[in-house]
Nanobody
Framework: QVSLVESGGGLVQPGGSLRLSCAAS????????MAWYRQAPGKQRELVAS??????TNYKESVRGRFTISTDNYRFLFLQMDNLQPGDKTIYYC?????????WGQGTQVTVSS
């Protein structure tokens, strides 16, 4: 079992930055990869960025070059978000994938508004 707790969301003006954090606890040795997802009201949850512990990363095209994902041996997962735009406003979720399934955090709200 893996527990995930996100933090770092908030309100920022367009062009601003936020850093999301996700603290993992429990059986973190079972984690194969971690990722950030986001879900807007009435829309499907979408992958924002993913990473493995050996540094392999993957980004949604619209955030490439603005967002950076990183992990500390799966104990923590980070998402540095720069040049935030109104379209980035939504709830962001931390996820961890293991051989028996995926785990999810409770989400953190990101609001981009002037």
């Amino acid at each position: 079992q893996v527990s995930l707790v996100e933090s770092g969301g908030g309100l920022v003006q367009p062009g601003g930055s936020l850093r999301l954090s996700c603290a993992a606890s429990g059986n973190i040795f079972s984690i194969l990869s971690m990722a950030w997802y986001r879900q807007a009201p009435g829309k499907q949850r979408e992958l924002v960025a993913s990473t493995t512990n050996d540094g392999e990363t993957n980004y949604k095209e619209s955030v490439r070059g603005r967002f950076t994902i990183s992990t500390d041996n799966y104990r923590f997962l980070f998402l540095q978000m720069d040049n935030l735009q109104p379209g980035d406003k939504t709830i962001y979720y931390c996820s961890a994938r293991s051989p028996i399934g995926s785990y999810w955090g409770q989400g953190t709200q990101v609001t981009v508004s002037s």
